[in-house]
């Protein structure tokens, strides 16, 4: 049974580059999340989708961020343009209803 | 909105000294709460959860107690270890949202 997989693990990239992080749910998890989790802080909510319905982008911090999700399964999360204040671990959590949020192991960003 | 208070850290304590942490929420329905830790270096995992009032969920030693009257959900552990040593979330979710604390980092020390 394959949990949630984030890719790449973790990822260097110089200021003014487009990154994009990949991630792969539970099969039949209707629920996808993506959260930033700066050094020594909480989650930070991005994104949310859930099935065929309009994302809550509510939690992008800017512009430069956008997400999507592909036949209802798989997601990319894409940072234009980095800066070095984007530099965090993106985490993915997918879940099944009012179930809990299963998470992947995250991706590491470096923003140099 | 519904959101989740959980006290500041970080918490230091020694090997079998008794731990709380507060956490309570405001939500406008009937949520249900949990419990993340998430381990040096590794993702968030669940540590219990409880889906309606006066359930407990218990796990590993934990119990945290679901308490609308006071909106509360307690993290609680009687003997902690050093291997409990982790920053613990906790979380309410409602119509497919779910909301987290700031995270409690807990450190125990032999």
């Known amino acids: 049974g394959a949990g949630v997989s984030q890719s790449p693990s973790n990822k260097v990239t110089e200021k003014g580059k487009d990154v994009e992080l990949r991630c792969d749910p539970i099969?039949?998890?209707?629920?996808l999340y993506w959260y930033r989790q700066s050094l020594g802080q909480g989650l930070e909510f991005l994104i949310y989708?859930?099935?065929?319905?309009?994302?809550?982008k509510s939690g992008l911090p800017s512009d430069r961020f956008s997400a999507e999700r592909t036949g209802g399964s798989v997601s990319t999360l894409t940072i234009q343009r980095t800066q070095q204040e984007d530099s965090a671990v993106y985490l993915c959590?997918?879940?099944?209803?009012?179930?809990?949020?299963?998470f992947g192991p995250g991706t590491r960003l470096t923003v140099l | 909105g519904d959101s989740v208070t959980q006290m500041e850290g970080p918490v230091t304590l020694s090997e079998e000294a008794f731990l709380t942490i507060n956490c309570t929420y405001t939500a406008t329905g009937y949520p249900s709460l949990f419990w993340y830790v998430q381990y040096p270096g590794e993702g968030l995992q669940l540590l219990l959860k409880a889906t309606k009032a006066d359930d407990k969920g218990s796990n590993k030693g934990f119990e945290a107690t679901y308490r609308k009257e006071t909106t509360s959900f307690h993290l609680e552990k009687g003997s902690v270890q050093v291997s409990d040593s982790a920053v613990y979330f906790c979380a309410l979710s409602d119509q497919n949202d779910m909301r987290f604390g700031a995270g409690t980092r807990l450190t125990v020390k032999p």
């Open positions: 959590a997918s879940s099944s209803g009012r179930r809990e949020q299963f």
């Open positions: 099969s039949g998890h209707t629920a």
């Open positions: 989708f859930q099935g065929n319905s309009a994302p809550d």
